[in-house]
């Protein structure tokens, strides 16, 4: 396996379950990210980082909880979404300071 | 005014086109510089990834960044059906770190058999 792997690829849930999505980089880099993804819309950098710590929290709701317990794994924990959290959520690792983002097929959620 | 402004399309061309993506910048910060190319329900894949301004050349694709009108491009020749995608241009400053990568929101472009 090579690259970014994320799973699942497709999710529905209802607006009361509880849902994780899981990413997994064989790059050997030390930073993983979670972005979404909107029609039409720029990537909206979520969740980063570095070496396991987290250094950014870019103003997102707490019904979305990161967890990286090591620089290869990253997940994404969900609860009591809103229909317009459906999206593509994309996770992507980089090796800080010298490397651009490399990312997974992601997840494409739907929240009904 | 948006960091990074991108013509969504769609844009259709035939089989056999010189294809022109633009992507312009308000950050003069901005130093390094991306072209992803994103296929249906799939994730970004890196194209091309240049510093600072200058051309960058890589089989049918070439990379133009010029800094003094914050503008770049790129440019697909011979472009083929399989170049239907959506191309994403981003951009980052000195440090280079991926939390300071700004993204334009794509560009959907269609290549006509």
């Known amino acids: 396996e090579t690259g970014v792997t994320q799973t699942p690829r497709h999710l529905v849930m209802g607006m009361t379950n509880k849902k994780s999505l899981k990413c997994e980089q064989h790059?050997?880099?030390?930073?993983m990210y979670w972005y979404k993804q909107s029609a039409k819309k720029p990537l909206e950098l979520m969740f980063v980082?570095?070496?396991?710590?987290?250094?950014e929290n870019n103003s997102v709701p707490s019904r979305f909880s990161p967890e990286c317990p090591n620089s290869s794994h990253l997940f994404l924990h969900l609860h009591t979404l809103q229909p317009e959290d459906s999206a593509l959520y994309l996770c992507?690792?980089?090796?800080?300071?010298?490397?651009?983002?490399?990312f997974g097929n992601g997840t494409r959620l739907t929240v009904t | 005014q948006k960091e990074v402004e991108q013509d969504p399309g769609p844009l259709s061309v035939p089989e056999g086109a010189i294809v022109s993506l633009n992507c312009t910048y308000s950050?003069?910060?901005?130093?390094?510089f991306m072209w992803y190319r994103q296929y249906s329900r799939k994730g970004p894949e890196l194209l091309m990834y240049?510093?600072?301004?200058g051309n960058k050349e890589d089989g049918r694709f070439t990379a133009q960044v010029d800094k003094s009108s914050k503008y770049i491009s790129l440019f697909i020749r011979d472009s083929q059906p399989s170049d239907s995608a959506t191309y994403l241009c981003?951009?980052?400053?000195?440090?280079?770190?991926?939390?300071?990568?700004?993204f334009g929101p794509g560009t959907r472009l269609s290549v006509l058999p």
């Open positions: 992507a690792s980089s090796q800080e300071g010298g490397s651009p983002l490399h």
């Open positions: 790059l050997g880099h030390n930073a």
């Open positions: 980082y570095n070496f396991k710590e987290q250094t």
């Open positions: 950050n003069s910060a901005f130093q390094y």
């Open positions: 240049t510093y600072s301004s």
């Open positions: 981003a951009m980052s400053g000195e440090r280079n770190y991926g939390q300071n990568f700004v």
